[in-house]
């Protein structure tokens, strides 16, 4: 009985250290680091390999410890029988010794006893049998039970970390579009490279600075509005620096601003500069903008 008492309180133990190791990973999860999609994917999957090998392991021992309780108590059950037919039995010896002691009330006998080693009767045995399995049953029943609980704490860990690789694939979907719509906006300006500048002009043939914005933008499927200041207000204000390809970069003050070209995302940008002149890549060295805006 000491025995395996030592060995569940053991098996409890080894359930905590592992569930610590799965919380440990959880917490290492919690960086605050910036990681893209792909990484998120590729660290949840292999925390969610574990979580799944784990939650298999702790629902083999809630098996294996539910077959040796539905044992112990068919073992327990059939003592429980065998206990009640012997004091049955011996129920019925006792009346029966009774009448007999009342027919011999009146004999006076005389007799010489030899020591007799006292032993348990089988009653008692069977009680003490029973007694044991129902410890045993007890400490099944709180094993089981903890494993129970480690089990379903490895499915919600599960649930979490599947829905964090759904969510970080979306996000991924969404990054893949918007950097598709970069491209189309970039590609849309570089095809009228060349174009001269005209004041008020949004192609085919000819653009000002806000027009050719206009045009790539909506060869994206985005639609902006005509002026450099309706254009400023079309997304989230950044650096020069921080600007990518796709991103608006500006001259001027906001509200005030008074002309604006696309990023390439390398220190560069397209637009259409002056009268005179054409549509062409320049450098933010050879003429710096003044902020910037990221509308995809």
Partial sequence: MKTQIIITKLFLSGLT??????????????????????????????????????????????????????????????????????????????????????????????????????????????????????????????????????????????????????????????????TDARSMVINSAKTHLGKPYVYGAAGPDSFDCSGLVQVAFAAAGHALGRTTVDQESAGTTISVAEAQAGDLVFWGSHGGTYHVGISTGDGSYIHAPVPGDVVQVATVASYAPDFAVRVL
């Fill in 17 to 178: 250290v592992a569930a610590s190791l799965v919380i440990g990973n959880q917490a290492f999860a919690t960086s605050t680091q910036p990681t893209t999609p792909d990484k998120i994917i590729t660290e949840t999957s292999q925390k969610l390999s574990h979580v799944k090998v784990d939650k298999q392991y702790f629902s083999d021992k809630k098996s294996e410890k539910m077959i040796q309780l539905s044992n112990l108590e068919q073992k327990m059950k059939k003592i429980q029988i065998s206990l009640e037919q012997l004091e049955e039995i011996e129920s019925v010896t006792a009346i029966s010794e009774t009448t007999k002691s009342t027919k011999a009330q009146n004999v006076t006998l005389t007799t010489t006893f030899s020591p007799v080693p006292i032993q348990n009767s089988p009653t008692v045995e069977k009680k003490e049998q029973l007694t044991e399995l129902k410890q045993q049953q007890a400490l099944l029943k709180t094993t089981t039970e903890d494993i129970a609980k480690k089990q379903a704490e490895m499915v919600k860990q599960e649930s979490q970390l599947t829905e964090k690789i759904t969510q970080a694939k979306k996000q991924k979907e969404e990054q893949v579009k918007k």
